[in-house]
């Protein structure tokens, strides 16, 4: 009997082992969830942002072909050239340093998975060789006591 109750003991603390490493694996799924939400909040404030500068440069620079345009029509094409270049180059500019901060996100959310896979595998290969150890010990209890049991009954 006392045996059986070792064996429960040893299966319940088994069981609270698992239990509190799928809690882990839970909570650094969460912890992954919130950094991929913060990293698209801060994604969606930048492109807001990104949006007003361009939003205040092209009121500004409609402000200056009003002028130009006082001046005469060359002058104008001229002015709507340059500003279009900068506009462009401005909107690339942005557009990498997105994308820049977008692969970084993407690369610090693959590793954060990585570990967690890591984490996870470590914790399954612990918890099946754990598993394997109680299965040994429960197979030799069982071989003991079917050859005390079959020693003891000829005697």
């Known amino acids: 009997m006392a045996e059986n109750a070792d064996l429960l003991a040893l299966l319940a603390e088994m069981k609270k082992s698992m239990e509190k490493g799928q809690e882990e694996m839970r909570k650094g799924q969460e912890e992954m969830k919130d950094r991929m939400e913060k990293g698209q909040e801060e994604m969606k404030d930048r492109m807001e942002k990104g949006q007003e500068e361009m939003k ?71 918890v099946e060789r754990k598993i394997e150890e109680v299965k040994d010990k429960v197979q030799g209890k069982i071989e003991g006591r079917k050859w005390k049991t079959k020693y003891k009954g000829k005697n």
């Open 56 to 126: 205040d440069r092209m009121e500004k620079g409609q402000a200056e072909m009003k002028d130009r345009m006082e001046k005469g029509q060359e002058e104008m094409s001229k002015g709507q050239e340059e500003m279009m270049n900068q506009i462009q180059s401005h909107v690339k500019s942005k557009v990498r340093e997105i994308k820049d901060h977008v692969n970084s996100c993407i690369e610090k959310i693959e590793e954060d998975v990585q570990s967690v896979k890591r984490e996870i595998g470590d914790v399954k290969g612990e």
